[in-house]
């Protein structure tokens, strides 16, 4: 079988049939089914048998080239399985270098800065990145974790509502980059499978015909990839299914279940970040430099109007410079309204945050590690109930809010999401919640025309029945504004990056360079076209799949494993930990727990340990500990009795490698308390009145 016989079968089935168009239409539809596995199978099945019989005969995947050394592999491949990473003050040394001029400066270090740095380094593009606070420290690491192209957009495409073809085309565009993800970061990104409770045989009917045209999308874009890893395909469960799956639904439910990918949204942000530092990582890759806690404060312009770089202060020694770059690009999220306005103040703003609350409770609603998508809330919404970490995360509300740093998670949002839980699950939701948070997003209003007179008196109206119905003046728009991004460009040539979804980071990011490559001719890139989705992240790369012979996820993930157990002593729970953070770059981790023994626990209820403090200061530019114990291990965001009782420890160890004092050390533990109370004071009073 190939895909030329695939062909040649349906010329054939066509001359045969004759003119029904029927048949002719059934035909195609088989021949382009076959064709698309034939394309796979050529590449699967087809491979050559001393490719397999390496494979058979050598389970090593790489661990052993760092006692052994690197011999025979390319600098570049010696690059992708070492992982060389700067320190934060050799990035500050560079930034802060008044002789150097970057092609491109970001600020914003969320997932939209990640994927257009992502996408300038690997182009060959001299970059450089700053936030004022921590990569990845507002709404980019508050999300629901899910890798996804959007399943409610894809139903509002079919019932032909305003803007179904931009949907159409964030669903297209969703699944392709979904694709992207699992296969970019193996260790990290995975399947989490999902099942759709349906009250009648009517409905898991209907639902099953979406989520299967939604699962062909992804197939057909997946068909014409190179990628190796796909999910698997939906399938219907019965009522007793639906039991066994779930035991803690309430009632009898049939069910649809499908696939979709999960993430670890901080640390996905961090390895997108840190691989974009690298030289030589890719073939003409230029390593970018990286500065978190580095604010920016103004523009530096010409004579002309044209910004020439930015006045940026670095916050942790109060020290201000000038960074000079030929382009700036604005990836601020919700924030990006101040930075355009500083640039034009007259400009129009056009960012309206939407809160999103979601909230961790115990494993034992998805035991069986299958989640629940509930189709309609109360307000027309969806919900999902997900497994993650050994335990469940649950959310989201979706209301307009004001645009803050370090947003609480409000107590009536909390207390929604547990009443519309409580309709499908047995047992108190808010009693067994164990964390919360909230990720502000920043959805994008079109530019309108000034409103006339009429049209403001119908606005004012609306706010007051609004007022006396006492709801959110918004709550319907935020739930109807579109998750596509928007790429502005300014007079003075800022480039603003506006919304988007984290799924499409990385396309995002491609359209970005596209643009500030059309808009500035005197940038030259070693790869005029993006390379971006051929190179995976670091710690992804094995001495296997570096000389062509591709594992997939479990070939990865266990043997690693597996080493780790054996020869640093640590338990199963860590070590998969381990691999599943930092993948390949794991045995850096442990290998540095064997200074001090670092390899202890940080707590006996997580499977952290205390060499990943270390390895986050020295590498992954940590400079407190709630960059630690929020963003480097997220213990923040899943366990918060537990983040609390770790800070002192984080706080020792950190003391320990970055010479603290006391009185620096205690000063950092308030902080990190402060904002742990901060995420959810109302789950936090409840459990320390049960104290």
């Known amino acids: 079988v190939s895909t030329q016989s695939t062909w040649g079968y349906t010329i054939l089935m066509f001359r045969l049939l004759g003119k029904n168009f029927y048949k002719m239409l059934g035909c195609g539809a088989v021949g382009c089914g076959l064709a698309m596995w034939a394309k796979r199978s050529d590449f699967q099945y087809f491979a050559s048998s001393e490719k397999k019989e390496a494979k058979s005969k050598d389970k090593q995947f790489g661990y ?27 990035h500050l040394k560079l930034l802060a270098d008044p002789k150097k001029t970057f092609d491109v400066l970001i600020i914003g270090g969320g997932c939209n800065g990640a994927g257009v740095m992502f996408d300038a380094a690997t182009r060959g593009l001299n970059c450089a990145l700053i936030d004022k606070g921590d990569f990845a420290s507002g709404t980019s690491s508050r999300s629901t974790k899910l890798i996804h192209g959007g399943i409610r957009y894809l139903e509002e495409v079919f019932k032909l509502e305003r803007g179904f073809k931009e949907k159409w085309h964030l669903v297209v565009e969703g699944l392709d980059e979904r694709n992207f993800m699992l296969n970019t970061v193996p260790y990290m990104n995975k399947k989490v499978e999902m099942a759709i409770p349906c009250s009648n045989i ?32 939906p399938k219907i469960l019965l009522q007793k299914e639906m039991k066994e799956i779930c035991p803690m639904l309430k009632g009898d439910f049939y069910g649809v279940q499908f696939c979709e990918g999960q993430m670890n949204d901080a640390r996905l942000a961090l390895q997108t970040l840190l691989t974009s530092t690298i030289d030589e990582y890719h073939q003409g890759m230029k390593g970018g430099v990286l500065g978190n806690y580095v604010e920016f404060l103004e523009f530096v312009k010409d004579p002309a109007g044209k910004i020439i770089g930015a006045k940026v202060q670095d916050k942790l020694k109060n020290k201000e410079f000038i960074i000079k770059a030929k382009v700036v690009i604005n990836c601020t999220g919700p924030f990006a309204d101040e930075v355009r306005i500083k640039d034009d103040p007259k400009c129009e703003r056009r960012i309206i945050g939407s809160r999103g609350v979601h909230l961790i409770l115990p494993h034992q609603y998805t035991e069986k590690n299958v989640g629940i998508l509930i189709p309609k809330t109360s307000d027309g919404r969806i919900m999902f109930v997900l497994p993650y970490q050994q335990l469940t995360i649950a959310g989201t509300t979706d209301h307009e809010c004001k645009i803050e740093d370090a947003p609480a998670a409000p107590a009536e949002d909390i207390k929604e999401i547990a009443k519309e839980l409580e309709k499908y699950f047995t047992g108190n939701i808010e009693q067994t919640c164990q964390a919360a948070w909230n990720g502000i997003r920043p959805l994008v209003l079109s530019k309108s025309e000034p409103p006339t007179k009429l049209g403001k008196i119908w606005s004012s109206i609306k706010s007051r029945l609004n007022s006396l119905r006492k709801k959110n003046s918004s709550g319907v728009v935020t739930k109807s504004l579109t998750r596509s991004h928007v790429v502005e460009v300014s007079k003075s040539g800022l480039i603003s990056l506006l919304g988007g979804k984290w799924t499409a980071y990385r396309k995002m990011g491609e359209e970005t360079i596209d643009i500030a490559l059309k808009n500035h001719p005197e940038i030259v890139p070693i790869q005029i076209e993006s390379v971006s989705r051929e190179v995976k992240l670091i710690g992804s790369y094995t001495e296997k799949i570096l000389t062509s012979i ?21 338990d199963w729970d860590t070590c998969n930990h381990l691999v599943e953070c930092y993948g ?69 160890v950190m003391a320990a490698e970055l010479s603290w004092g006391t009185k620096v050390k205690d000063a950092e533990i308030e902080a990190a308390t402060r904002a742990i109370k901060t995420l959810a004071q109302t789950i936090l009073n409840f459990y320390l009145s049960n104290d």
Not at 66 to 83: E, F, P, R, V
Request: glycine share 6%.
């Open 550 to 570: 591709e594992p997939d996820i479990a070939e990865f993930i266990v043997p690693y494993t597996n080493f780790l157990k054996n020869t640093y002593g640590l």
């Open 584 to 652: 390949t770059l794991s045995v850096k981790v442990a290998e540095m727990g064997l200074e001090g023994h670092l390899n202890e626990k940080l707590h006996k209820d997580i499977p952290c340990i205390k060499a990943q403090v270390v390895y986050a200061v020295r590498k992954e530019l940590a400079t407190n500990v709630k960059d630690v114990v929020f963003r480097r291990l997220g213990v923040g965001f899943t366990n918060q009795r537990v983040a609390a009782e770790i800070i002192p420890v984080v706080a020792e």
């Open 64 to 90: 052993d080239m760092y006692n052994k050394g690197i011999k025979g592999l390319t600098t570049i491949q010696q690059k992708k399985l070492l992982a060389p990473l700067k320190s934060r003050e050799e």
């Open 202 to 233: 009517f409905k898991m009917v209907y639902f099953y015909a979406g989520v299967c045209l939604y699962h062909f999308l992804s197939f057909f874009k997946w068909s014409f990839s190179n990628y190796s890893y796909r999910l698997p395909r």
